[in-house]
């Protein structure tokens, strides 16, 4: 019991310091999911009680880019070590936070609360991390752990679950980004070029190299006349 106490505290630790540095990129928003499971479920050994098959359902929804509520349902068939019949029904409430995709594949972590009835209804908090991968925009498979601590009765229970995960509805779409306005050409008012004098010589840049000698004695002529 103090083992698997540890091991949950640890995950907890471990999970808090990794929050800080990650980047969700979940693809799905306001969309619902349902996510059939089988796993193996253990339990407690204060408990009593062998481990065995479970199976289930969640029922999510992706309310943000990468954040999820999900309700879980789980079942599993047992007995207790004196071969009495024990099975054991239990519901949770989960909160997913979604990571950064690594090769096409979705890590996510969670933590919620948990209702358990394998004796008594017993209440507990329970800590995941699994790991989502899409195979088409509506279906995926999908593995996880859950640790789940039990403080009244100190009992840890550890499930292994691997299932599928359907989308439900209208699939999501990234928006396509508006197209950046093209901003208009400047115009370039070109002034007027100064008047030519009778008998320059211009060159091919359009500047006066010279005047011809024969018209600048017409205009002194033109002057002492």
Known sequence: ??????????????????????????????????????????FDTDRHTENNLTIGGKL???????????GDLGFTPS??????????????????????????FYPFIGLGGSID???????????????????TERFAIRLEGNVALFPDEKFVDNTI??????????IYKEPEPEPKPVPKPKKVIKKPAPPKPKGAIVNKKGVIEAVKIDVLFRKIGRAHV
Not at 7 to 35: D, E, K, R, S, V
Not at 124 to 131: A, D, F, P, Q, R
């Open 161 to 170: 679950k691997f299932g599928v995960h359907f989308m439900l509805g209208e």
């Open 79 to 104: 007995q207790t070590t004196t071969e009495r019949s024990s099975d054991d029904v239990r519901a949770d409430l989960n909160l997913l936070y979604l990571l950064q995709d690594i090769n096409g």
């Open 117 to 135: 009835t394998l004796t008594d209804t017993t209440y507990g908090l329970n800590g995941i991390v699994g790991v989502l991968k899409p195979l």
């Open 1 to 42: 019991m103090k083992k698997t106490f540890t091991t949950f505290c640890g995950f907890l630790c471990l999970m808090g310091l990794y929050i800080p540095t990650i980047h969700a990129q979940y693809p799905f928003m306001n969309q619902w999911a349902i996510a059939p499971y089988i796993g193996y479920h253990s």
């Open 60 to 70: 999510d929804y992706a309310f943000a880019r990468h954040w999820i509520v999900e």
